[in-house]
C-alpha cells in the first residue's frame, strides 16, 4: 500500500496544476497581507469608529492573529476549487490518458488501488492546508506582529488574549482540514464516473455552490435538509474562537463557547466523507473494464 501512496504521489506532484495551487495560495494571501500593511490601519478605524465612541481601545489591535483570521475567511471559500483540482483528476485522469484499463487489470484489488488514489489526495489536501497555514498565520505574525485579538460579530465583540489564541488556531486549522477532505471526497466520487478531469472539477465547484446558495437562503422548504448539508458545517472552524463566559460575564480562557456544535459538525462532514469514499469503492469495483 505504501508503494502504491507514493506512486500516486509522484503522479500528482509532477503535475503543473498541483504547483498551481500551492502558487495561488501564497498569491492571494500575499495581495490580502499586503492591502492591509498599505491600508490596514485606515480600515481597522473605519470599521471600529463606532466602537471607539464607546470604549477606549489600546494596543494594537491589527496584529497577525487578525489578519490570519481575515485571510481564512476568504480563502476557505476558494480552497475547494484547489483540492477539486486534484482530487477530481485522480481516477479521471488515468481514463483520459488510457492507462485506467491497465491499472485494473494488474493484481493489486480495485479496493487497494482507490485507497491508494485516495490516501494521495488527502495528502496532497493536508500539504495544502499546511501551506496555507504556514503562509496566513506565520508570515502574518512576522509581519503584523502578536496582540490580542479582537473578533468584530453583528451582536458581540469577542477579544482573546494572546496567549490564548495559538491552540484556536491549530484546532482551527484541523477542522478546517476535515471541511476541506469532504470535498476532497467528493470530487473523488465524482472522478470514477468520469473520462476527463473537467467533468469532476466542475461538477465539484456546482454542488458546493448549489449547497451554499440553500444553505444561505431562509426558506421553511429547506430546512429539513440544511443541517445534512456538508457546506452548513464547512465554517465549523470558527466557533474555535467563541469563548465562554462564566456569571460574572468574564471570559474563560482555554474555553470553546459551543463545543457540542463542533463536534456535531465535524461528525456530519466525517460522515460525508465515509460516505463518499464508500460510494467511490462501491461504483470503481463494479466498473466495467471495457468502457
Not at 468584530?152 to 495559538?166: A, F, N, R
Amino acid at each position: 500500500m505504501l508503494s502504491l501512496i507514493r506512486i500516486e504521489l509522484y503522479k500528482i506532484f509532477r503535475r503543473a496544476r498541483t504547483y498551481i495551487s500551492f502558487a495561488a495560495v501564497v498569491i492571494i494571501v500575499w495581495l490580502i497581507q499586503l492591502g492591509f500593511y498599505a491600508e490596514g490601519e485606515k480600515y481597522m478605524g473605519f470599521s471600529m469608529q463606532a466602537l471607539s465612541d464607546t470604549f477606549i481601545i489600546e494596543g494594537k489591535v491589527l496584529n497577525g492573529y487578525l489578519i490570519c483570521f481575515i485571510i481564512l475567511q476568504t480563502l476557505l471559500v476558494h480552497i475547494p476549487l484547489l483540492v477539486a483540482l486534484v482530487a477530481g483528476d485522480m481516477i479521471s485522469g488515468e481514463a483520459n490518458q488510457g492507462t485506467l484499463r491497465m491499472l485494473m487489470t494488474r493484481p493489486v484489488g480495485r479496493t487497494r488501488l482507490v485507497f491508494g488514489k485516495f490516501s494521495a489526495a488527502v495528502i496532497y489536501t493536508i500539504a495544502l492546508l499546511i501551506w496555507l497555514a504556514l503562509w496566513s498565520l506565520f508570515f502574518s505574525l512576522l509581519i503584523f506582529g502578536k496582540g490580542d485579538m479582537l473578533i468584530m460579530k453583528s451582536e458581540v465583540i469577542t477579544q482573546i488574549p494572546g496567549p490564548d489564541i495559538l491552540w484556536r488556531y491549530f484546532a482551527a486549522f484541523c477542522f478546517a482540514t476535515l471541511a476541506m477532505l469532504t470535498v476532497t471526497s467528493l470530487a473523488f466520487l465524482l472522478s470514477v464516473f468520469a473520462s476527463n478531469s473537467i467533468g469532476p472539477i466542475i461538477t465539484t465547484m456546482a454542488i458546493v455552490i448549489v449547497c451554499t446558495i440553500i444553505q444561505t437562503l431562509d426558506l421553511p422548504v429547506f430546512n429539513t435538509i440544511k443541517p445534512w448539508l456538508f457546506t452548513t458545517h464547512m465554517l465549523g472552524w470558527k466557533g474555535f474562537f467563541d469563548v465562554k463566559m462564566n456569571t460574572d460575564n468574564e471570559q474563560l480562557a482555554g474555553t470553546v463557547g459551543n463545543l457540542p456544535a463542533i463536534i456535531k459538525s465535524g461528525t456530519i462532514l466525517t460522515a460525508h466523507i465515509f460516505l463518499f469514499l464508500g460510494l467511490a469503492i462501491y461504483s470503481f469495483r463494479r466498473k466495467d473494464i471495457l468502457t
